[in-house]
């Protein structure tokens, strides 16, 4: 696989090649959106562009990027299209814990298969609800896995917020065997029994797959589980439930990019203005100039935001990889994601709302797409409660109470 993603320790604005793969995904995204093209072709360009090893070491076949570098691409795939960045959410988080397996033999082989194109979607949550104070375990999982008299196994149940799993080539599953043990469970997505529903319907990031995958009595080979400790009964701190989140920011500071540029584009091809207005092009208007730039400082912050914290989990990464558990670094790692998500929340909804007070009616028509970037800020700030994860913070902060051991933090 030939790589046109800029080489880690480069600036990705350096590759000529990236640019022009960015500005082709952004042609036609609202496009996309409008028509529901779901984003094949622009995911498959990118696989073959090498995007999926970014964060691979150099020497297993991969570009080596740091997470602060990895971060800076999602900002900018983001700001061509936040449903192809964020598609590719689950595979960069597989390969984030596939870094640091205690199984040295999966690991190869799964960072292996990601260095050669192939990419890995997600099935780990359903629509049942986590007991209130339980942080992991598999009491809750409906999706079983019984033995066969193979020496394998069998999988079955029905997952949802499936993101990503249309598109890849593995889904990774989160399910129980018959004793209650977790189970990361790893199969390809044509497997026999496999099905991956595009019945996504939410109002923001429409076309990023994530709906149904059922798996009905699937065959899985014993060398595509990993038994999972529940997290309830040992709950130390690790960064990857902050990389899962702190992605999302990298969303969210992509779409407000993308605002910027809106705004920017919407004031120049403006050649009227309001009767009482104090300039007759916008464009000389200095209270519409006072509106893009400080949408434009908003995107600004926004990326500085996320990737400061990006340097905290880079931090938590390499105590890991040099075989060093270090809790301060995990938790450090978390309060900087959490905070980064608080943070953006507070004035992202707002700075993409405001792109309308660049332009009058007319830039609600449709055929602009004006509205999507809030829809899809929305609906990807959902993910989790920003109230709680600043409550959380709070009470860190005060009264040194531990973070939440879940994926949310």
């Known amino acids: 696989m030939t790589s046109t993603l800029p080489d880690a320790g480069?600036?990705?604005?350096?590759?000529?090649?990236?640019?022009?793969?960015?500005?082709?995904?952004?042609?036609?995204?609202?496009?996309?959106?409008?028509?529901?093209?779901?984003?094949?072709?622009?995911?498959?360009?990118?696989?073959?562009?090498?995007?999926?090893?970014?964060?691979?070491?150099?020497?297993?076949?991969?570009?080596?990027?740091?997470?602060?570098?990895?971060?800076?691409?999602?900002?900018?795939?983001?700001?061509?299209?936040?449903?192809?960045?964020?598609?590719?959410?689950?595979?960069?988080?597989?390969?984030?814990?596939?870094?640091?397996?205690?199984?040295?033999?999966?690991?190869?082989?799964?960072?292996?298969?990601?260095?050669?194109?192939?990419?890995?979607?997600?099935?780990?949550?359903?629509?049942?609800?986590l007991p209130v104070g339980r942080t992991a375990g598999a009491s809750h999982l409906d999706t079983t896995l019984t033995r066969d008299d193979t020496g394998g196994f069998r999988l079955n149940g029905v997952k949802f917020y499936s993101t990503g799993t249309l598109f890849a080539d593995w889904v990774n599953v989160q399910a129980a065997d018959a004793d209650g043990a977790s189970y990361r469970v790893t199969v390809p997505t044509d497997r026999a029994g496999v099905t991956v529903e595009d019945d996504w319907d939410g109002f923001g990031q429409r076309l990023t797959g994530t709906g149904t995958t059922r798996f009905a009595d699937v065959r899985v080979d014993a060398d595509e589980t990993q038994r999972v400790d529940a997290r309830d009964t040992d709950p130390k701190p690790t960064y990857y439930g902050a990389f899962y989140q702190l992605y999302l920011q990298a969303l969210t500071a992509g779409v407000l990019a993308a605002v910027r540029s809106d705004a920017v584009a919407l004031t120049r091809r403006r050649d009227r203005n309001f009767s009482h207005a104090s300039q007759p092009l916008p464009a000389d208007d200095p209270q519409v100039l006072q509106v893009v730039g400080e949408i434009a400082a908003d995107a600004f912050a926004a990326r500085a935001i996320v990737l400061t914290a990006a340097h905290a989990l880079q931090v938590a990464s390499d105590s890991e990889r040099a075989g060093v558990f270090d809790?301060?670094?995990?938790?450090?790692?978390?309060?900087?994601?959490?905070?980064?998500?608080?943070?953006?929340?507070?004035?992202?909804?707002?700075?993409?709302?405001?792109?309308?007070?660049?332009?009058?009616?007319?830039?609600?028509?449709?055929?602009?797409?004006?509205?999507?970037?809030?829809?899809?800020?929305?609906?990807?700030?959902?993910?989790?409660?920003?109230?709680?994860?600043?409550?959380?913070?709070?009470?860190?902060?005060?009264?040194?109470?531990?973070?939440?051991?879940?994926?949310?933090?």
């Open 327 to 409: 809790p301060d670094a995990a938790q450090d790692a978390q309060l900087a994601a959490a905070q980064a998500k608080v943070a953006v929340d507070r004035f992202s909804y707002a700075t993409a709302a405001r792109l309308l007070d660049v332009g009058g009616a007319s830039a609600t028509q449709v055929r602009y797409g004006h509205d999507r970037h809030w829809r899809n800020i929305r609906t990807i700030s959902t993910h989790n409660p920003t109230f709680l994860k600043a409550t959380a913070i709070g009470s860190r902060l005060v009264n040194e109470t531990p973070l939440p051991q879940n994926g949310f933090f």
């Open 10 to 129: 480069a600036a990705a604005d350096e590759s000529a090649a990236f640019v022009e793969l960015l500005a082709q995904i952004a042609e036609g995204a609202q496009r996309r959106e409008q028509e529901r093209i779901l984003p094949r072709e622009q995911v498959a360009r990118l696989v073959d562009a090498g995007i999926g090893k970014l964060r691979i070491p150099v020497e297993q076949g991969g570009a080596g990027a740091s997470l602060p570098e990895l971060f800076d691409v999602i900002i900018q795939l983001a700001a061509a299209d936040a449903n192809v960045a964020h598609i590719l959410r689950a595979h960069f988080g597989f390969v984030e814990e596939q870094l640091h397996n205690p199984d040295p033999v999966a690991a190869r082989r799964w960072l292996g298969l990601a260095a050669d194109g192939k990419l890995f979607g997600n099935a780990v949550s359903a629509q049942n609800g």
